[in-house]
Every structure is written in structure tokens, then in C-alpha cells.
Nanobody, 126 residues
């Protein structure tokens, strides 16, 4: 079992950058695929980015390609989401998630992730 704690959210202006962190507990972090999702008010949770346990072929939602980067530091048991050129429509609660069952895969579906953090609020103002 793994516990996830996100941090790094906040209030920024359009065009700014922000880096989210997700610290994972447990000694088997290296066997988990990791993902970031977000949920805006009144909307469903949506996929943002994912990375498998070996950091091969990270995958991004089309809306964030070229602006967001997901990466992990296994020594720190942490996965990051670097977000550049943020837009107001990206205001949401951002969630980190861990996939143990198919950690070798880069999973886009929230149903593949068995562990979730509590979320961190990102607010982008105009």
C-alpha cells in the first residue's frame, strides 16, 4: 500500500509556471506507475499526465502537451508535474495517483489507479 501527499498548488497568473509534487510512502514506489489528474468545479476528473515505473514514454493529455512535464525521482519517492504557461481554464484540484497493478504501463484511465492523494488546488487568474 502507498500513501500519496501532493503539494505545490497555489494561485498564479495566466502564463505562469507551477511545479506540483507528490510524495509517496512505502518502499515499493519504484514499482508503481504514476499519474496526474485534475478536476475543475462542476466537471469530471480528467487525465493530465502519466509515467510508468521506469519513466519510459510519459504520456500527456493533448491539452497540456508541450507545456507540462511529468517526471519522477525514485530516490525521493516523488513524482512531479511541471506546469508552464498555465491558463485560467486549468484551474482545478490536481490529484496524484499510483498504479501498482500495471505499473509497467502508462495508464490514462483513472480506474487503473488504486491509490490517490488528497489533491492540491491550482488557481490560475487572468
Amino acid at each position: 500500500q502507498v500513501q500519496l501527499v501532493e503539494s505545490g498548488g497555489g494561485l498564479v497568473q495566466a502564463g505562469d509556471s507551477l511545479r506540483l509534487s507528490c510524495a509517496a510512502s512505502g518502499r515499493t514506489f519504484g514499482r508503481y506507475g504514476m499519474g496526474w489528474f485534475r478536476q475543475a468545479p462542476g466537471k469530471e476528473r480528467e487525465f493530465v499526465a502519466a509515467i510508468n515505473w521506469s519513466s519510459v514514454s510519459p504520456y500527456y493529455a493533448d491539452s497540456v502537451k508541450g507545456r507540462f512535464t511529468i517526471f519522477r525521482d525514485s530516490a525521493k519517492n516523488t513524482v512531479y508535474l511541471q506546469m508552464n504557461s498555465l491558463q485560467p481554464k486549468e484551474t482545478a484540484v490536481y490529484y496524484c495517483a499510483a498504479n501498482r497493478r500495471t505499473g509497467w504501463a502508462t495508464s490514462l484511465s483513472s480506474t487503473d489507479y488504486g491509490y490517490w492523494g488528497q489533491g492540491t488546488q491550482v488557481t490560475v487568474s487572468t
